[in-house]
């Protein structure tokens, strides 16, 4: 077997620090590491047992090993390891590859590009399609949970007749929209004057708006609005959408930058308000359409808001701009306005049961 | 030892050329004789030696730095393809993807002619990761207990399960991050190789995460005033029980060293706090009334920022950021610099003593500017920030003196079997 050039290479012994200055030849049999001078042998590696750790792409000179030894041959010179390379298979990974840096930075680049295109388009227009398809038991055990836990300190309202009434309405209208499953509507004593729905179709309405509205209309419109909600899957959208955005960021800037994850994290949430603007109109308009369609009294919504705005001329939402998460109100009524016309929505005997709710 | 009062470590100049090496703490006779080895031709893939300076004024071997001949494009493809693939497995290639970083960098950094070798493995950070994982489940579970029987449905109830869960990840979390943060590096040593020889790192990772958490506790309720000791006691475990094979580290450092000058920085810092406050705060007032702005009219400006209101707050942040630039960061890069030089100057390994020049304007670039540079670029600039960062260890970090390679042995202990879980989850996760 032909001998390979006596060019130096390194050799760790893998017990102690030293370092040995060799040259390698190759047997039939073997890899023999000797000095140059003298020709001492250093060491005598079967080539089955031959390995390389690591390769080229990272690594200036691969390590080659004796498999279950702590020794390493550092073969720097190129020629000494393009001979060994020739001779022994094994040793294939310590062949230099083409650098072609340029062409994979713009490889990979595109690559991510086209992903961060992809994820972002999964996020924001595949929730559209996908959530409706989503088990309908997974969105109701989530509901569930941030209820538990919103709830865990708050007077609920018990009072079965204005219970069963609510509910009613819900279902009610949320079959009309085509929503298959059971709606659940809580009742929370004590304020703000809110409403507001989660996952699975739970909403949550405070005894403060029922008492503050002048009729039965402005609770029906209000429930209407979180119908709407419920029948586009905004909560569920929503959450996923934030969760998206939240991983994007962290991949896209490596996992190596709180601070990137941060500024990106106030982008992520005026999207979220926006998105979150959007579905306030979604609601607004499906919430009146489903009224309208059971031939109930569709000016609840507006009238509510007009009662809201006297109360606190300064629209809040038209204040906070970009940062609101509703469209300004004005807005709102002039979407939504509708005559007073229509049968009621709910029933005398189901309205004044609703009124005594928490009593 | 006497030669903590180096007249060198306290009076480091700021401007010291980086081929000239700085004068060493230690006594120069402590050095062996013995020169580092040369090879007799250079192959061409050995690391370029650096060309040996004139002996330092105590004479013995010739100082050497280490040498770092990595290239930002390499990096920046090897990054690039990590970020891709973190794209798409979703994260969970971060542990392969890091691992391949580390073998670049640990093998274009020569020290002494040798290269390192980083030979850890992405399953083993992500086993780590999973055990940590579930010490986070077990502990959900724990609290849920918790919850259930001492808190549901009492009187005070309005301790909901999240709440108990988050108050106790945010306790148990500091002194995670430090258990982490050192059994994080005692898996990257254990896994870093030079001249074939595993390093390792003794000690206690546990007793290292009560010693930190007790330290900085006390430091926060002292109005920082330890933070000196706080420094050098953190320093030492890290440093003295940190072996290459069965060479270990020595750290001879004490706090009542550096007290002097943290002192100084200190209230020098207090006044660069109360004059940035003052300008910042005259300069936005003297902007809001020459505007005639009421505060109403600011917060309608604030809700539909406009081209021209965009403009005024960047330029706000501007000025601000040149305020806290030009008098409260340099300020704390001198501290941070004067430091690590206090630090370095007062390790050895055997006969291998160390020294850094690191100035302070060195000090912003590398806190500073590097932070701008990730922040900036959305994390894109990461492999920049990397690649600078070992430049400039490798400018800065002298090296005096050369082991006897066949005094060091390999050690016996291999290590953990699995990395950096803990690290993952509490501490920044970084390379």
């Known amino acids: ?359 | 030892m006497s030669n903590n009062l180096s007249p060198w470590t306290q009076t480091a100049p700021q401007d010291a050329s980086p081929t000239t090496p700085p004068g060493t703490p230690w006594a120069p006779q402590q050095l062996t004789n013995q020169p580092p080895h040369q090879p007799p031709n250079q192959p061409p893939n050995q690391p370029p030696r650096e060309p040996a300076p004139a002996p330092a004024s105590g004479g013995g071997p010739p100082p050497s730095r280490p040498v770092y001949d990595g290239r930002l494009g390499e990096l920046y493809a090897i990054y690039l393809r990590h970020l891709a693939l973190m794209l798409l497995t979703l994260g969970w290639s971060r542990f392969w993807g890091r691992t391949n970083i580390r073998r670049y960098v640990w093998s274009h950094l020569a020290v002494l002619g040798d290269r390192f070798e980083y030979r850890g493995r992405g399953r083993e950070l992500l086993i780590g990761f999973l055990f940590a994982l579930l010490l986070v489940a077990a502990w959900v579970g724990l609290m849920w207990l918790v919850w259930r029987f001492v808190f549901h449905e009492r009187p005070m109830a309005s301790f909901g399960m999240f709440d108990l869960f988050s108050l106790s990840v945010a306790l148990i979390g500091f002194p995670l991050a430090y258990v982490g943060h050192y059994a994080g590096l005692r898996y990257r040593l254990s896994r870093t190789r030079w001249r074939g020889i595993r390093c390792g790192l003794g000690g206690s990772a546990w007793g290292f995460g009560a010693l930190a958490t007790g330290l900085h506790f006390v430091n926060a309720t002292t109005a920082y005033l330890l933070t000196p000791l706080v420094s050098v006691n953190l320093a030492r475990p890290r440093i003295a029980n940190t072996r290459v094979g069965s060479l270990p580290f020595v750290f001879a450092g004490r706090a009542g060293d550096i007290y002097g000058r943290y002192l100084g920085y200190y209230f020098l810092n207090i006044l660069a706090w109360v004059v940035a406050g003052v300008a910042v705060f005259a300069a936005v007032g003297g902007t809001i009334e020459s505007l005639g702005l009421s505060s109403d009219d600011l917060l309608k400006l604030l809700a539909k920022p406009g081209l021209n209101t965009v403009l005024l707050i960047l330029a706000f942040a501007f000025g601000a950021y040149i305020v806290f630039g030009l008098l409260i960061l340099p300020l704390r890069c001198w501290w941070q610099a004067y430091l690590l030089r206090y630090l370095v100057t007062h390790s050895r390994a055997g006969n291998v003593l160390f020294t850094t020049a690191i100035s302070t304007r060195q000090m912003w670039g590398f806190l500073v500017l590097n932070y701008l540079i990730v922040l900036l670029t959305l994390g894109i600039g990461w492999p920049v920030v990397m690649h600078r960062t070992m430049k400039l260890i490798s400018a800065q970090l002298w090296i005096y003196g050369a082991p006897e390679g066949h005094e060091i042995r390999q050690s016996a202990d291999r290590g953990p079997g699995y990395g950096e879980g803990l690290l993952d989850m509490f501490d920044v996760a970084g390379i």
Not at chain 1, 325 to 339: D, G, L, Q, Y
């Open chain 1, 1 to 359: 077997m032909a001998d390979t050039a006596a060019t130096p290479a390194r050799y760790y012994d893998g017990e102690t620090a030293e370092v040995h200055h060799v040259a390698v030849r190759v047997t039939t049999q073997e890899l023999v590491i000797y000095r140059p001078t003298g020709a001492e042998i250093v060491a005598r590696w079967p080539i089955g047992e031959v390995v390389v750790l690591g390769d080229v792409e990272h690594e200036v000179v691969p390590p080659v090993v004796r498999r279950g030894s702590d020794a390493r041959l550092i073969v720097d010179d190129p020629q000494l390891r393009a001979n060994l390379v020739s001779l022994v298979p094994s040793l294939r990974p310590l062949l230099p590859q083409p650098a072609a840096v340029g062409r994979r930075i713009a490889m990979f680049s595109t690559a991510i590009v086209a992903m961060v295109g992809i994820f972002w388009g999964v996020i924001e227009y595949g929730t559209e399609y996908a959530v409706p398809f989503l088990p309908h038991s997974l969105q109701a055990q989530l509901g569930e949970t941030v209820l538990d836990d919103l709830l865990a300190d708050k007077e609920m309202c018990e009072g079965e007749p204005g219970l069963a009434a609510i509910n009613r309405l819900a279902n009610d209208l949320a079959k009309e929209a085509g929503y298959p499953h059971e709606i659940t509507v809580h009742i929370v004593e004590g304020g703000p004057v809110n409403a507001f729905t989660l996952p699975g179709g739970i909403l949550v309405f405070y005894s403060d708006l029922i008492d503050q509205a002048k009729n039965s209309s402005q609770v029906a419109g209000v429930l209407a609005h979180e119908i709407g909600h419920v029948v586009h899957y905004h909560p569920t959208k929503g959450l996923i959408r934030a969760y998206g955005t939240d991983l994007l960021l962290k991949l896209v800037s490596g996992g190596y930058s709180e601070i990137a994850s941060t500024v990106g994290g106030g982008g992520g949430l005026l999207l979220a308000l926006r998105n979150g603007r959007a579905a306030e109109r979604e609601a607004d308009s499906t919430g009146i359409d489903l009224l309208e369609r059971r031939g109930l009294r569709a000016d609840g919504v507006s009238s509510f808001f007009e009662q809201l705005m006297e109360k606190e001329p300064k629209d809040a939402a038209a204040a906070a701009g970009i940062w609101s998460s509703h469209p300004p109100t004005a807005e709102r009524i002039a979407a939504t306005k509708r005559p007073p016309t229509g049968k009621p929505a709910f029933t005398d005997a189901e309205w004044k049961a609703l009124r005594n709710v928490c009593k």
